[in-house]
Every structure is written in structure tokens, then in C-alpha cells.
């Protein structure tokens, strides 16, 4: 598991390190498709999401600042940290075993956490980079903050105690995406896009000992998403992404995963 978890920080980093070659703007936004090349400046509380997965949990996340980290024109790391809340919304929560199945869409959604700090984006071939249908990578390498809750006997005070702990993930994938519009305003061009990552994350093995009494235990969990979404304007897009874990967490799971998400974008 180890081996498989740093592939996915290799391939990463390797993503990365393409991206920092002095080939032009890389980074270019879906949705700003033919927006010069300027320079890059900090982006605060410009967007966010709301997530309903069909295990009940919903997530709600806001883009505290997104940054970029190196040169303009040359290249550039975007770098973003997120702040969000979970709740089972949907069904009554019990300090039993199924206490923590929230945590299995936590572990493999990247955006989840109380706190979350990544580098994250998109890349593309400098000729492509104003065309409005090519296929790109994706990426992201980043710690965040999950909670969990005890697991024991219903005697023991400190079952069903939330537990804060650090999470490390990283993903890599391929992007390709195509126009879409509404049928009465063409000039309100936005995007159709397909996505498949391969995810994995990475927790200290007592933290996991500390929330679920188990014997096998490793932290680290992976697996794959394909993901469809549709961006049309500046202020909406939603997206459909189904998640299904090769090495699943020992909390209680559901398989697949299905989430359904809607993000926002405000204006600069």
C-alpha cells in the first residue's frame, strides 16, 4: 500500500515539475478560455461548493484564497486553501460502528476537511491553451484536516467523541472538455467536461487506531473517480462523480459513491 500511495505522489509531483518548464501559461481556467495572459493575482472567497453524496452527507466548502507560487509568463503553482463543514443531514447519527462511514466519502473526495491547503489545477499544451475543446491533466497534492468520531462500547464516556486528525492526499487524472451553451445565447459560452482521477490519502495508523479499534490498519486508501460536469456562466456549474475505492477504509462503506455537486464562482 505504501508502494501504491508513493506512485501517486510521484506521478504528481512528475505533473508538477512538467508544469514548471518555461512552455507558457499552463494553468489556464476552463471557463477563461480566452482571457489574455496576466499577471496572476490572489483570489479570496471567489468559490466554493455544496456536495450531497447518497450515503446522506452533505459538504459545504468555501475557497478561503487561491494564489500563485512562482513566475509569471513562466510558470506557476496554484496553490488554494479551502474551509469547509460535514453533516449527516439526512439520517440520525448513533455513536455505533456506523459512526465514521462519513468518513469514507471524506477520504477520497479531495475537497473535504475542516481545513485543506493544496496545490491543485490544470494543465495544457501551450497550443492548446486557448482552444475551446482539448484534453489536459489534472492534479493536486495537499493536507487536510477530517474528523472522525470513537468507536467502543456505549459504556465507554469517550465513545462517539469527535477526534480531529491530519490527512494527506494527492490525485492525478485526465481532463477533456468541450463547448456548451444555451440555446438562445450563444454569446454565454461555457463548457462540457469529462474527468478521471486516480486518488489515494495517507493517515498516521494510530490516529486510525485511535477512532476505530481494529488490528489491521495501514492509513493509507485509494481508488479511482470518473466525474461529468457542465459550466456555463461564471456564477453556477454543477457535476455528477462517482467514486469506487481499491483499497477501502475498515469504517463502514457504501459502493460506489455517487456525489452530486454544485459550485459557485463570483466575480473578480
Known amino acids: ?21 518555461p512552455s507558457g501559461d499552463k494553468t489556464v481556467q476552463p471557463l477563461n478560455i480566452t482571457a489574455p495572459v496576466t499577471p496572476r493575482k490572489p483570489e479570496i472567497f471567489t468559490s466554493g461548493f455544496i456536495d450531497v453524496v447518497n ?7 468555501a475557497r478561503l484564497v487561491k494564489i500563485y507560487i512562482g513566475e509569471p509568463g513562466k510558470f506557476a503553482l ?11 443531514s439526512f439520517q440520525n447519527y448513533s455513536a ?12 477520497i473526495n479531495p475537497t473535504t476537511g475542516l481545513g485543506n491547503i493544496c496545490f491543485e489545477g490544470s494543465l495544457f499544451r501551450k497550443k492548446d491553451s486557448i482552444k ?8 493536486a497534492l495537499g493536507e487536510r484536516v477530517l474528523t472522525g468520531r470513537k468507536t467502543g462500547l456505549i459504556t465507554d464516556p ?20 468541450t463547448g456548451a451553451w444555451n440555446r438562445n445565447n450563444t454569446k454565454d459560452m461555457g463548457v462540457c467536461w469529462l474527468a478521471f482521477r486516480y486518488i489515494g490519502c495517507m493517515t498516521n495508523p494510530g490516529k486510525i487506531k485511535e477512532i476505530i479499534p481494529v488490528n ?23 457535476k455528477v462523480i462517482i467514486y469506487k475505492y481499491i483499497k477501502r477504509p475498515e469504517v463502514e462503506y457504501y459502493l460506489p459513491i455517487f ?10
Open 158 to 177: 469517550q465513545t462517539g467523541q469527535p477526534v480531529n486528525f491530519l490527512n494527506t492526499y494527492a490525485l492525478a487524472g485526465l481532463y477533456f472538455q
Open 216 to 238: 489491521k490498519k495501514t492509513g493509507i486508501y485509494h481508488g479511482y473517480s470518473a466525474a461529468w460536469g457542465i459550466e456555463i456562466n461564471q456564477s453556477l456549474n454543477t
Open 1 to 21: 500500500m505504501v508502494k501504491v500511495f508513493t506512485t501517486i505522489l510521484f506521478s504528481c509531483w512528475t505533473v508538477i515539475a512538467w508544469a514548471q518548464q
Open 132 to 139: 475551446l475543446t482539448r484534453f489536459g491533466l489534472l492534479y
Open 78 to 88: 496554484p496553490l488554494s486553501i479551502f474551509s469547509g463543514v460535514s453533516a449527516n
Open 55 to 61: 450515503t446522506g452527507q452533505i459538504n459545504a466548502a
Open 259 to 268: 456525489q452530486f455537486s454544485f459550485n459557485y464562482t463570483l466575480p473578480r
Open 96 to 107: 455505533t460502528t456506523k459512526a465514521n462511514e462519513d468518513l469514507v466519502a471524506n477520504f
